[in-house]
């Protein structure tokens, strides 16, 4: 028996125009996202100067109005300043890092406060560049503030630098609550232990283009690493180690350790010269970071959330920055694959814009070793 080929067709798209607006119909008002982006709480960067200025995005992903609770650090002092900015369901957030001159930063934002016209910026003026930005969700509950772990929120950044001409961006490094149905809590101690939010990665690690005189990509190739911590507390901050092994193309470890207070923008061959490429040996390689035990400036934290002893295995974060740029010099010494007989193998020089891109470090998430009873935490205002 023949089947009428049109007449299939017919039936196929009617029977998926059906099964479609089922499927609408059955369909949430609002999706719920679930995916690793999405956290209770985000951390992102400010980077700032004359010429640079940071755009950062917050939106509420969550089906109720929330109040959203920024902590607004300083990356080199630990000064925090915090303020609240109500959201609606699905509403986003720009948020503005710029320079005022004279050394001053101002954050701005449209902001639903008591007393504003809706529309009208709020804005906060800093005596520092560069820093961290946590956020978190907050309630109202029976007339008491109430910090909650459900995860509503989704962040992104975009850095933009006039004076060398880019802008690049990347997504937010959420902290998931882990019991987001738990009723909220009155205290602002955000603890990364994976019972109220997920942990600070035991190891992160990344691919890198080796900078400086890569022989595949000349002399044009940067990699900077934008860290930061935030196991410590108001005006006291906290010190960070990490321990740090890299390899070449031939898996050669070479081993390096980096310190840091709070937050820093370091370049690879900064921790290490041998990250180079002439040095390395290799155009690329990859690397592994892990927390060490880190003497701290002040007990103050450690006695209230960890055994007292002033030392802390602090969690760190961050992401990967790299750049190529300037005169790519491609040496041709075999044939080309699909070339014309009379193609002749040759030096390729050519000019090339630069270009740059942002990316969060991979990470392991394995328990981090604590040192006894540590609990890493943010204590925030």
């Known amino acids: 028996m023949r089947t ?44 700032g100067g004359e010429k640079t200025r940071t755009y950062l995005t917050v939106t509420n992903v969550g089906p109720e109005d929330r109040i959203l609770h920024f902590n607004v650090i300083d990356g ?22 710029e320079a005022l001159g004279g050394g001053f930063q101002q954050l701005r934002m449209e902001c639903n406060q008591a007393g504003r016209r809706p529309g009208q910026m709020a804005s906060r003026v800093f005596g520092w560049s560069e820093g961290i930005l946590f956020v978190t969700v907050e309630d109202e509950i029976g007339g008491r503030r109430m910090t909650e772990t459900r995860n509503d929120l989704l962040g992104d950044f975009t850095i933009v630098d006039a004076s060398a001409g880019f802008a690049v961006g990347a997504s937010a490094i959420p902290f998931q609550g ?38 595949t990509l000349g002399q044009g190739v940067t990699a900077d690493l934008i860290l930061f911590t935030l196991d410590g507390r108001a005006n006291i901050g906290s010190h960070a180690a990490l321990d740090v092994v890299f390899f070449d193309d031939d898996e050669t470890p070479t081993s390096a350790h980096y310190d840091f207070d709070c937050f820093s923008i370091v370049g690879l061959t900064d921790i290490d010269p041998n990250f180079e490429a002439g040095l390395l040996g290799s155009d ?53 694959e699909g070339a014309a007989p009379e193609a002749t193998p040759s030096e390729v020089v050519s000019p090339a814009t630069r270009e740059h891109w942002l990316r969060s470090l991979a990470q392991g998430m394995l328990p981090q070793s604590l040192d006894g009873s540590d609990v890493p935490t943010f204590d925030g205002l």
């Open 4 to 47: 009428n080929a049109r007449a299939l067709r017919s039936w196929k798209r009617a029977s998926l125009a059906v099964a479609v607006l089922g499927l609408l119909a059955a369909a949430p008002a609002q999706a719920q996202l679930i995916n690793e982006q999405v956290g209770a709480a985000l951390a992102m960067p400010l980077v």
């Open 76 to 97: 080199k002092d630990w000064d925090v300043t915090d303020f609240d900015c109500a959201v609606t369901a699905s509403e986003t957030l720009l948020i503005h890092w």
């Open 178 to 215: 882990r019991n987001p149905l738990a009723p909220g809590v009155t205290d602002r101690d955000y603890h990364f232990d994976n019972v109220e939010y997920s942990m600070f990665p035991s190891t992160l690690a990344s691919n890198f283009i080796a900078p400086g005189d890569n022989q």
């Open 284 to 336: 690329s390689g990859h690397f592994y970071m892990t927390a060490i035990d880190a003497d701290q400036s002040s007990n103050v934290h450690d006695n209230k959330y960890g055994n007292g002893n002033g030392i802390r295995v602090v969690g760190v974060h961050g992401w990967l920055l790299q750049s190529i740029g300037g005169i790519i010099s491609v040496p041709m010494d075999a044939d080309l």
